[in-house]
């Protein structure tokens, strides 16, 4: 009997992270067929995409709101299509507004439900476990600390590492990476990520803008590189290259190869996000920094209860690199944080040292050890 899995990832990570899955589970069960929605990394691996997984990246509580019927409506067709094709289990990748209603309907349909990468309900959305509770038969976690929260409130669940950890090198090359990018391997170099959506390069552009100003003020041997994802956000930071007449300053924006300039460079100014768990495990000191509407910052600020919002702070349950937000964001602020960094090459050693211990702990196999916890609910369902 063939095995049938319902699936959900939302956008292009969830995309990657739910193909190695998919390609784990199949070294295990090799005529499992999966469906549902998906995006093209799961396509490659033989996914029946009924949608496309692009349809549900929603920017921002506005643009939610807007396509909330549209959203609502392929929910319920696909909740229709697994009660009537019954796969053994469906599994829930990342998007947790769009998974965890369906996965309390095909729970409470007799079908085992795994939602794979828990919400950050320890930073700001703690009210969230209960109905985490009441919808997933198991949750797969990327986190070390996040295990224990859901066995205080009833929920089976498994730590599986982080799949970065996976894929970056221990130990990476940073010459090759200067090599490859044409970067002089005497210089000294700051990485500036200012996030990949539009609205984050636009909060974020003039002060990363000013902050190398300053920079390069007291160090004119600097050099800078940019990496940004799309041509909006590029063309964004141009814009602000032209406002603050900057065109002059040894900024080099690059399309995409963040991963590359983050290696090649000596510290890195990150806004707050997947970025800086990257930085950690490429072993580089970093500056983590963020800027968002006033009233919007302020909700966050009163639902968060704790003491950071970076990745690598909270992962070594330690303030160990500076994160300067919001009204703390300031051009003289930034630039003096990286040049500490710049100028404490045994504070950057001790650095490196804790993100590589940090690095073996979040190495875990993830998408092998995912499958390892799912495959009990195939033969379960499949029964």
Known sequence: MTVRIAMVAGETSGDLLASHLIRAIRQQVPDAEFFGIGGPKM?????????????LAVHGYVDALKRYR???????????????????????????????????????????????????????????????????????????????I???????VSYVGHPLADVFPLHPDRNAARQLLEL??????????????????????DTYIATAKQMVERDPGLCFL???ATRETR?????????????????????????????????????????????????????????????????????????WVGLPNILCNEGLVPELLQDDATPEKLAAALDAWLNDPDRRA???????????????NTAEKAAEVVLPYLRQGAA
């Open 43 to 55: 396509q490659a691996e033989g996914f029946d995409a009924r949608w496309p997984s692009e349809l």
């Open 70 to 148: 549209e959203l609502s409506g392929i929910r319920r067709a696909l909740l229709g299509q697994i009660r009537g094709e019954r796969p053994a289990a469906f599994i829930g990748v990342d998007a947790p507004d769009f998974n965890l209603w369906l996965e309390g309907k095909v729970k409470d349909s007799g079908i085992p439900s795994i939602h794979f990468v828990s919400p950050s309900i320890w930073a700001w959305r703690g009210g969230r476990i209960k109905r985490i509770a009441r919808s997933v038969s198991r949750m797969l976690c990327l986190f070390p600390f996040e295990p224990e």
């Open 150 to 156: 859901y066995e205080q409130a009833g929920v089976p």
């Open 184 to 205: 002089p391997l005497e210089h000294r170099i700051v990485a500036m990520l200012p996030g990949s959506r539009q609205s984050e390069v636009r909060n974020l552009a």
């Open 226 to 228: 940019v990496p940004l």
């Open 235 to 307: 063309a964004i930071f141009e814009e602000a290259l032209h406002r603050n007449q900057a065109l002059d300053l040894p900024i080099r924006m690059l399309f995409g190869h963040a991963v590359e300039a983050m290696i090649a460079s000596d510290v890195v100014l990150v806004a707050s996000g997947t970025a800086s768990l990257e930085a950690a495990l490429l072993k580089r000191p970093m500056v983590i920094t963020y800027r968002i509407g006033a009233w919007q910052y302020r909700l966050m600020k009163r639902m968060a209860y704790l003491p």
């Open 350 to 364: 001790a650095l490196e040292a804790r993100f590589a211990e940090l690095h073996l702990t979040l190495r875990q």
